[in-house]
């Protein structure tokens, strides 16, 4: 065959093989699956540092806050420590709107805190409370507060009464779970889900008017805020404080 010849037959079946559909298992092999990115987990607390943290009101967090093995906690030895200023409740930096929160927590005996929620932090109000509902942490069996039925441990505080008691004994590390999406609030203990409610609606209203918030004017109202960890005293502990927001 003559050269020339030769070269375009060669420069046509090149052309043809390049043009040609793939098979249909050439193309599967070439199709990857995308999916759809899941929002992560992000650790409040590094188990080393307040990093993320401040004392509400403002400034650093105080010095009766502590940090041992991976769990921060409240040294109530220190009586004088609200007068020193190295007491207080404390916040995250950030606020918080749709979000699942999960937490650890253990009191000492007698021991009584709490974690409050879409607290908004303002000169006009000095107590996270005065803001932001609450998730009861309490010593059930030792605490004086455990008699009112909405005071005991896991309770959305002064609120509304857990559906069932699940708080281990004193000592013993409770996991928490609060989660509020799209104006509806369920809480967890130890895995049940013991409250469930929608907020901002006219039944929740109705409930602050017959707590002890019913005076407090920004009590509930805010559909976005900071995370609250209560200094009422006395010993206790949180670890593994992770937030998803939704």
């Not at 609450?134 to 005991?152: C, F, T, W, Y």
Request: aromatic share 12%.
């Amino acid at each position: 065959m003559n050269k020339s010849y030769l070269t375009m037959w060669a420069a046509a079946g090149l052309l043809a093989a390049c043009s040609a559909p793939k098979s249909e298992e050439t193309t599967s092999t070439d199709t990857v699956a995308v999916e759809t990115p899941v929002e992560e987990w992000i650790s409040l607390f590094d188990g080393q540092t307040f990093n993320g943290w401040s004392k509400y009101g403002g400034g650093e967090v105080g010095n009766a806050w502590k940090i041992e093995d991976g769990a921060l906690y409240l040294d109530a030895a220190n009586k004088d420590a609200w007068q020193t200023g190295d007491a207080g409740d404390i916040v995250t930096n950030e606020e918080f709107e749709n979000f699942h929160f999960k937490y650890e927590w253990k009191i000492a005996p007698n021991g009584n805190s709490g974690v409050i929620f879409l607290v908004h932090e303002s000169p006009e109000y000095q107590y996270p409370w005065q803001t932001g509902p609450e998730m009861q942490v309490l010593d059930n069996n030792g605490h004086p507060d455990a008699k009112i039925i909405s005071h005991r441990a896991g309770d959305l505080y002064d609120l509304i009464v857990s559906s069932e008691e699940t708080v281990k004994p004193v000592g013993e590390w409770n996991q928490a779970e609060i989660i509020v999406n799209q104006g509806k609030l369920d809480l967890f203990l130890n895995g049940v889900n013991i409250v469930s409610t929608s907020l901002w609606t006219p039944e929740w209203e109705a409930l602050i008017a017959k707590s002890k918030f019913k005076d407090m004017p920004g009590f509930g109202k805010y559909k976005k805020g900071k995370i609250a960890l209560q200094d009422h005293g006395d010993l206790v502990y949180f670890r593994n404080l992770q937030i998803k927001n939704l």
